[in-house]
């Protein structure tokens, strides 16, 4: 299969898109958060190629992300409770996942098998036309191999999946750098499944936040020990200077690296595209350093133990 690259402004980007997608087939576009491999998420073949191309696990779900916000009612049971409209009336469309109990119109494979569903709307505009001249939901995962560091830019998405998928769109670098916040609302309370961007400082504004811990069953994307992977071993430590003293050929990965400014959105959007750069140096490791777990920090801190847990 020829994949072919279009950029986001091209006169035929989004119509070719549609094309695909309505035929039954995956497009790599862009979202706020990292690039996804978006499939019509009501097509179950379509879906199943999503699984095919990346090589993911069938027993890991599907994030659905919505062509417009009425759509929230035709998928999942749950969603008029107050708290939920005072999370979407704030963080929709944006990069927070909402876990609710799903109706029957989702298929079992977007799910995994689990009686709910996590369902977000995009920000990006180029995401949100492409669902909304759609006409149907969109399930898109990270546009990368299964396990592999979520890609950023779509020259990373062709360097994982050339000749998998027909189309990806070129909408330039992500604004996030890190995946959607998860989030399961539970009697009056969240529980946090994934951290991203949107932190649990935020979301304590509207309710009790709680966190899973690493390992626990899985119930929404990105919740395995071990994800985000680079090829090269990986190590996350407070003492750089003593890794670098045991002879063997590292590459460094700190705040300063990410941002000289220290500031942690900054080093959030970095994060996969610098460590993807290192990856391609052939270090005998790769360090990074630990990170303070206030705010974003504690997504990204978050990222590199996944990505450690090899």
Not at 86 to 108: A, M, N, Y
Not at 247 to 259: E, I, P
Request: glycine share 6%.
């Amino acid at each position: 299969m020829k994949t072919q690259v279009l950029d986001a402004a091209a006169a035929n980007a989004i119509a070719r898109a549609v094309e695909i997608l309505r035929g039954g087939d995956p497009v790599a576009l862009p979202t706020e958060t990292v690039y996804g491999l978006a499939a019509d998420a009501l097509n179950v073949d379509a879906v199943l190629k999503i699984f095919e191309a990346k090589e993911r696990p069938r027993f890991d779900p599907l994030i659905v992300h919505l062509p417009e916000r009425d759509w929230l009612e035709r998928l999942t049971t749950g969603s008029e409770t107050q708290l939920v409209r005072q999370l979407l009336d704030r963080f929709w469309p944006g990069p927070l996942t909402l876990v609710l109990p799903r109706r029957s119109i989702v298929p079992d494979v977007v799910t995994a098998g689990l009686e709910t569903v996590a369902v977000r709307m995009s920000a990006h505009p180029v995401f949100a036309q492409i669902a909304r001249e759609l006409g149907s939901p969109l399930a898109a995962p990270s546009a990368n191999r299964f396990g592999c560091i979520s890609p950023t830019e779509a020259k990373h998405v062709v360097s994982e999946l050339t000749g998998r998928i027909p189309l990806v769109i070129d909408g330039g670098a992500t604004t996030h750098g890190l995946e959607s916040t998860i989030v399961a609302p539970r009697n009056g309370a969240l529980y946090v499944l994934r951290h991203g961007p949107i932190t649990a400082e935020e979301l304590a504004e509207f309710a009790e936040v709680k966190t899973t811990r690493l390992g626990e069953r899985i119930e929404a994307p990105g919740q395995l020990p071990s994800h985000y992977a680079p090829r090269t071993p990986l190590t996350v430590t407070n003492d750089i200077c003593n890794v670098l003293q045991q002879g063997k050929r590292v590459g460094v990965l700190n705040f300063v690296s990410l941002s000289p400014r220290r500031d942690l959105r900054e080093a959030a959007a970095n994060l996969f595209r610098r460590l993807r750069e290192l990856d391609q140096e052939g270090y005998d490791l790769i360090v990074a350093e630990e990170f303070p777990e206030e705010g974003l920090g504690v997504a990204i801190m978050d990222r590199l133990r996944r990505a450690a847990a090899r």
